[in-house]
């Protein structure tokens, strides 16, 4: 009996010593594979490249491969690429507005009257033909209304006595308001008396010129009436 039950004890104690081995060698097997739901344990035909693949870290988990479970890496963490963009939403052209292309424009208008009076400026001498004259008056009605009493000022200030035709232009054209019509007027009566006799007649013919009573009563005052004939004015 005593023999059977040592029989029997050393049956248990092999049985249990093989469990136990076998439970040590699912563990290491389960390790080295990554876990449930990884690759899998490498077979011999592999030659382990399953355990190249994917290292195991000390708490069985293993390390990710390169790349891989990384978050990516954010522009704004970086000052290089935040200074960067920066600089390119700066050289981005902004669109302009209505307003603002419009100021352009009306710039662009008065820029091209002044060039021309500055023109006439630097000339010495030669005469105005009816085509200069034409062209002087329709870039003046171009000219934006708010900058008009401006550019004809400067006009007046530069244009020569050789050239006043430039401005009889603007004080013979129908459109013109009548308050710059009378600007021009008034700079005739300041310049010489050769211009002033110039221009003052040619008022006279038409009747209904917005100067044409006070043309009137100057050549009447003086005697230089054509043809000497003396009409009442208004």
């Not at 963009?85 to 009257?113: I, Q, Y």
């Not at 085509?131 to 550019?151: G, H, I, Y």
Request: overall charge negative; some cysteine; hydrophobic content about 40%.
């Amino acid at each position: 009996m005593a023999r059977n039950g040592k029989m029997k004890l050393s049956v248990f104690a092999w049985a249990s010593v093989v469990a136990a081995a076998v439970a040590v060698a699912a563990l290491l097997l389960f390790c080295g594979g990554g876990g449930a739901g990884g690759d899998g344990a490498a077979s011999p035909a592999d030659g382990g490249s399953a355990a190249g693949k994917s290292l195991a870290s000390p708490d069985g988990r293993g390390f990710p491969e390169s790349g891989r479970g990384r978050p990516a890496k954010d522009a704004a963490d970086d000052p290089g690429d935040a200074e960067a963009a920066g600089e390119a939403a700066d050289d981005a052209e902004v669109p302009k507005t209505d307003e603002e292309l419009r100021e352009e424009e009306d710039e662009r208008k008065v820029e091209t009257f002044d060039g021309i009076v500055d023109k006439w400026m630097e000339r010495d001498g030669g005469e105005v033909s009816m085509k200069d004259m034409d062209a002087f008056v329709a870039s003046f009605r171009s000219v934006p209304a708010e900058r008009k009493e401006e550019c004809l000022r400067r006009a007046m200030n530069l244009v020569s006595d050789d050239h006043v035709l430039l401005l009889a232009g603007i004080l013979f054209d129908k459109t013109t308001d009548e308050e710059y019509v009378e600007l021009v007027f008034n700079d005739i009566l300041n310049r010489d008396e050769s211009v002033k006799k110039l221009i003052l007649p040619m008022i006279y013919k038409d009747r209904d010129h917005p100067c044409w009573a006070d043309a009137a009563w100057i050549l009447d005052a003086t005697g230089e009436i054509p043809n000497q004939k003396k009409e009442k004015t208004e």
